[in-house]
């Protein structure tokens, strides 16, 4: 079965999971500092700059949970896959005896009557 996205998509997602956490931290801090150093101007950018950082990080992890679930879909059409095919090989034909080489005996012919049916059966005499 084909894989719907291949590892050159997991790996970059993953590693932006990672890194962006740490970036976001470093220009937040840059941002505080350059507000201690009364730069208003760069602040600003940074702290905008941070946001788009966070929206990013938001924006890769919600790719990340549609990666899961898109593997989720593929191991489970794989696993039906195998049950088929198992299920196809596999019957109950094999484990059950044919009734010739069964040491049962049939005995279902051989029933009697209970004493009430066997005189309903008989007609009666007036």
Excluded: H
């Excluded at 760069?42 to 950082?53: E, H, K, N």
């Excluded at 679930?69 to 005896?97: H, K, M, R, W």
């Excluded at 044919?98 to 009697?112: C, F, P, R, Y």
Aim: glycine share 4%; net charge negative.
């Amino acid at each position: 079965m084909c894989r719907f996205l291949p590892r050159s998509v997991i790996a970059p997602l993953l590693l932006a999971a990672l890194l962006l956490p740490i970036v976001i931290v470093l220009t937040a801090g840059m941002s505080y500092c350059l507000v201690a150093l009364d730069d208003a101007w760069g602040a600003t950018a940074l702290r905008y700059l941070t946001v788009a950082f966070v929206i990013l990080w938001i924006f890769d992890f919600i790719l990340l949970v549609l990666t899961l679930g898109v593997f989720a879909l593929e191991s489970y059409a794989e696993y039906e896959e195998c049950e088929g095919i198992e299920e196809e090989t596999s019957t109950n034909d094999d484990l059950i005896p044919d009734a010739q080489e069964s040491s049962i005996v049939d005995t279902s012919s051989d029933q009697t009557l209970p004493t009430s049916e066997a005189n309903a059966a008989t007609p009666q005499k007036d």
